[in-house]
Antibody, heavy 120, light 107 residues
Framework: QLLLQESGPGLVKPSETLSLTCTVS??????????WAWIRQPPGKGLEWIGY???????DYSPSLKSRVTISVDSSENQFSLTLSSVTAADTAVYFC????????????WGQGTLVTVSS | DIQMTQSPSSLSASVGDRVTITCQAS??????LSWYQQKPGKAPKVLIY???NLETGVPSRFSGSGSGTDFIFTISSLQPEDIATYYC?????????FGPGTKVDIK
């Protein structure tokens, strides 16, 4: 069974950079036909796709966040990471990592999510 | 970006009732739509993909239909464990976007 686990600071100061890592177990992150994604959900609100990365390193980002987002992959550690720069209170959210299947394009495995609060 | 709308935003129904949620895309997305169920404090779970295909292991009381811009999600007989928020999501192009969600509870 594939498991994804987010890790990183739960509190980030405004204007600083948010950094999260997703560790994948129970399967290889290098497999073809899967993308590795970040999705966030502000408290009490809906879901927002941030972006994803293919094991080769090819990325796609939401245009609304593209100037501040970087997603990278470390196949040797079976991890992928998110950095979001110049954060504001609007970036406070539960951040989920997820696998996106290239077969049916679903987000079929998810981490439990981690709350990141932006506050001084 | 393609905008997704859902209605209603919330509903209450009795156990055994048929529940219907609609989702509309701001432009033609063909069949490229999924439905997710999210319970409080949990990650979403995919139920339907390609508008009408049931994900493996999902009970058959869940179904989806539609194409183009208008889609329907149905629970044929509401069960207590179906209490959740349901989201539609398109994957026709980047950026993927989700609907605002429909909260379902028991009357």
């Amino acid at each position: 069974q594939l498991l994804l686990q987010e890790s990183g600071p739960g509190l980030v100061k405004p204007s600083e950079t948010l950094s999260l890592t997703c560790t994948v177990s129970g399967g290889s992150i290098s497999g073809t036909s899967y993308y590795w994604a970040w999705i966030r959900q502000p408290p009490g609100k809906g879901l927002e796709w941030i972006g994803y990365i293919y094991p080769s390193g090819i990325t796609d980002y939401s245009p609304s966040l593209k100037s501040r987002v970087t997603i990278s992959v470390d196949s040797s550690e079976n991890q992928f990471s998110l950095t979001l720069s110049s954060v504001t209170a609007a970036d406070t959210a539960v951040y989920f990592c997820a696998r996106n299947s290239g077969y049916d394009h679903t987000f079929d495995f998810w981490g439990q999510g981690t709350l990141v609060t932006v506050s001084s | 970006d393609i905008q997704m709308t859902q209605s209603p935003s919330s509903l209450s129904a009795s156990v055994g009732d048929r529940v219907t949620i609609t989702c509309q895309a701001s432009q033609d997305i063909s069949k490229y739509l999924s439905w997710y169920q999210q319970k409080p404090g949990k990650a979403p779970k995919v139920l339907i993909y390609d508008a009408s295909n049931l994900e493996t292991g999902v009970p058959s009381r869940f179904s989806g239909s539609g194409s183009g811009t208008d889609f329907i999600f149905t629970i044929s007989s509401l069960q207590p464990e179906d209490i959740a928020t349901y989201y539609c999501q398109h994957y026709d192009n980047i950026p993927f976007t989700f609907g605002p969600g429909t909260k379902v509870d028991i009357k």
